[in-house]
């Protein structure tokens, strides 16, 4: 994913505590499935919120309408 789109966010969600280092450098967020679902939707749009604040917007949509088509 990181290969072929760079910019988008990827959080990794696993019930394993114990993950290598290298794949967690290979993405943004890790969420433990012990988490609540209210610190899930957190982390998520935190994601999404981070991504907008750089990625360019397109003239013809505002934010709000980029982000619902994410």
Do not use: N
Not at 35 to 46: D, F, G, H, N, T
Not at 47 to 53: I, R, S, T, V
């Amino acid at each position: 994913m990181k290969a072929s789109q760079p910019d988008i966010p990827i959080a990794l969600l696993s019930a394993d505590d114990e993950l290598p280092e290298s794949m967690l450098r290979s993405v943004e967020a890790f969420i433990s499935k012990s988490e609540s679902p209210a610190s899930l939707l957190q982390i998520v749009e935190y994601l999404l919120d981070e991504h907008f604040l750089v990625a360019p917007l397109d003239d013809s949509k505002t934010r709000e309408q980029q982000r619902r088509a994410a």
